[in-house]
């Protein structure tokens, strides 16, 4: 990870965790991580974006790599 606040990382690891239950939409995060800093979802977001992790299906969902 890169330099990534605890906070952040949290987030990340949430994010994560729940795109491994399947496709989800972006307000998936909002709605699952209601008491995140909505400052630390977009730096999370933006660090597994980079990261290449991301895919979308045929709805507009995002879906992890490994489920592609």
Do not use: T
Not at 16 to 32: C, R, T, W
Request: charged share 30%; hydrophobic share 40%.
């Amino acid at each position: 990870m890169s330099d990534l606040s605890c906070s952040a990382k949290g987030v990340l690891e949430s994010i994560l965790e729940l795109a491994k239950q399947g496709p989800f939409y972006f307000v998936d995060i909002l709605n699952n991580l209601p008491e995140a800093d909505y400052r630390d979802i977009l730096i999370a977001w933006g660090e597994i974006r980079e990261r290449g992790k991301l895919h979308r299906d045929k709805e507009g969902r995002y879906i992890l790599e490994r489920f592609v």
